[in-house]
């Protein structure tokens, strides 16, 4: 497999998306990745850390996407920047997969400059796993789609059940829409209509209804909902307490466990582990014909390492033919 790997995107780039590329070769023999960037920079960078692989090439480009600038103005003044550079590679046929920790909203507008749509699609969406009391669960979209319609957040929903079924092990994936109440009319005209839409749809047997927002973390489905504006405010300040909680559970274990540090390391360390988002990698923009992982913008080595492995296995569980399946027996049901 050929992954085009936005070596300018991150805060610290490039040097852990080399290192990444590195690991991710390493683990995988049949896997390729093109550094797109800076050629100049990169093979410096190759030569320096001795880091050179005869599975991984460098192609140049000309620019790169700031996380503070705006992607449509920043992709037209910069039409052959790093991450347009990549989505160009895969348009081509010169890659089968993207990967990018750079600014999120310019993957999404690059990606969608291509076209490279699943057959059906109306609007690819970011999906999310997110921890919950039962395991985790899929949020989508988080941020690639803020002014969804009823129709793309229906597709969300099948498009999340695969993908959940593939990677969570949810046999049938139980799917909820997040509102601000659980019963029947309650949201905006969006959110009313697409639970009236899911409750007669193919995935009506599945639906949960509408889904609080502490009703995420509970598990009280495996796909919840939502469009890209609410969903990225969800996984933001997700992350913030995530990070408050475990500063504050480290400060509360190590004056309650002062004799015994040791222990009280190890098991922060597990629990870092459990929930660090390097673990993952990064998250698939579902929908894309070819394969897209959007990685956290302050990815390290390891993050960047495991979204290349993570494109690989999106691929090997044929999650896009799956889709393209299940949307057109979707439509045929409406």
């Given at each position: 497999m050929r992954i085009a790997l936005d070596a300018m995107g991150g805060d610290f780039a490039p040097i852990p998306n080399v290192q990444g590329a590195v690991q991710a070769v390493g683990q995988n023999d049949d896997l390729t990745v093109i550094l797109v960037g800076d050629q100049r920079a990169l093979e410096s960078h190759l030569d320096s850390e001795g880091l050179k692989s005869d599975r991984i090439s460098i192609v140049g480009s000309d620019g790169v996407v700031g996380m503070d600038e705006k992607p449509t103005v920043a992709l037209r003044e910069k039409p052959d920047c790093s991450i347009a550079r990549c989505w160009k590679l895969m348009a081509g046929g010169d890659?089968?997969?993207?990967?990018?920790?750079?600014?999120?909203?310019?993957?999404?507008?690059?990606?969608l400059r291509?076209?490279?749509?699943?057959?059906?699609?109306?609007?690819?969406?970011?999906?999310?796993?997110l921890p919950t009391r039962k395991g985790a669960s899929v949020l989508l979209d988080v941020g690639a789609n803020p002014d969804a319609r009823p129709e793309h957040l229906l597709q969300y929903g099948v498009m999340g059940?695969?993908?959940?079924?593939?990677?969570?092990?949810?046999?049938?994936?139980?799917?909820g829409l997040m509102n601000i109440g659980s019963e029947d009319g309650k949201g905006n005209d969006l959110y009313r209509e697409t639970h009236q839409r899911l409750s007669v749809s193919r995935l009506r047997d599945r639906y949960v209804g509408n889904v609080e927002g502490r009703g995420l973390y509970q598990g009280e489905a495996d796909v919840l909902l939502c469009e890209g504006f609410v969903g990225n405010?969800?996984?933001?300040?997700?992350?913030?307490?995530?990070?408050?909680?475990?500063q504050s559970l480290g400060e509360s274990l190590m004056t309650e466990l002062s004799d015994e540090r040791e222990r009280a390391g190890?098991?922060?360390?597990?629990l870092g582990r459990r929930y660090r988002y390097q673990e993952a990698g990064?998250?698939?923009l579902l929908g894309i014909d070819g394969t897209c992982i959007i990685c956290h913008g302050s990815s390290d080595a390891d993050?960047?390492?495991?979204?290349?492995?993570?494109?690989?296995?999106?691929?090997?569980?044929?999650?896009?033919?799956q889709i393209v399946e299940q949307l057109a027996m979707q439509a045929a049901n409406v």
């Open positions: 890659a089968d997969a993207v990967v990018s920790a750079g600014n999120t909203g310019a993957v999404v507008a690059a990606g291509t076209r490279l749509f699943l057959k059906g699609v109306k609007r690819p969406g970011i999906a999310v796993t059940s695969i993908y959940a079924r593939e990677f969570l092990g949810s046999g049938e994936p139980l799917v405010i969800i996984l933001k300040v997700s992350e913030g307490i995530a990070s408050f909680m475990m190890a098991v922060l360390s597990e990064g998250a698939p993050s960047v390492g495991n979204a290349l492995l993570m494109a690989v296995d999106m691929d090997a569980h044929n999650i896009n033919s």
